[in-house]
């Protein structure tokens, strides 16, 4: 009886989501992932042979973006939400053209998307 339990609430428990907040570069979503799959299929050193800070300049987020990521400091990323991909693209018209937008990211993680609370320049 208390091993269906223990299963569900470790179902669940992987489940829950986790507020804080966290910073990197702002980055479009669907050309950082394109990048990120730009690989070399036969390339055992993808990770070696990366220049991130490259990525990240070439994907910076233009006034047509509309689905962002951030990109952290140990180039993991995360996506934002839906209501957070409209404040990043309000953010992004009001700064303008940069090489790099550095954000803080507020809110709730749940696997790798951030229901975002704010997003403000650092």
């Known amino acids: 009886m208390q091993l269906p339990r223990l299963a569900v609430l470790f179902c669940c428990g992987s ?3 986790l507020a804080g ?7 479009d979503s669907k050309c ?3 990048e990120q799959r730009n690989v070399n299929p036969n390339d055992t050193l ?7 800070n490259s990525e990240i300049r070439y994907c ?14 140990d180039n993991s990323t995360f996506q934002l939400d839906a ?4 404040r990043a693209a309000n953010l992004v018209r009001a700064t303008g053209k940069k090489t790099r937008l550095a ?11 951030v229901k975002v609370d ?3 320049l650092p």
């Open 118 to 120: 704010s997003i403000v």
């Open 46 to 52: 993808i990770y070696v042979d990366r220049d991130t």
């Open 83 to 86: 209501g957070g991909n409209a």
């Open 15 to 17: 489940a829950i989501a």
């Open 103 to 113: 954000v803080v990211v507020t809110g709730e993680k749940s696997g790798d998307i």
């Open 21 to 27: 907040s966290w910073s990197g570069a702002l980055v």
């Open 60 to 73: 910076t987020p233009n006034a047509k973006t509309t689905v962002f990521a951030v990109v952290q400091s």
């Open 32 to 34: 950082y992932a394109a």
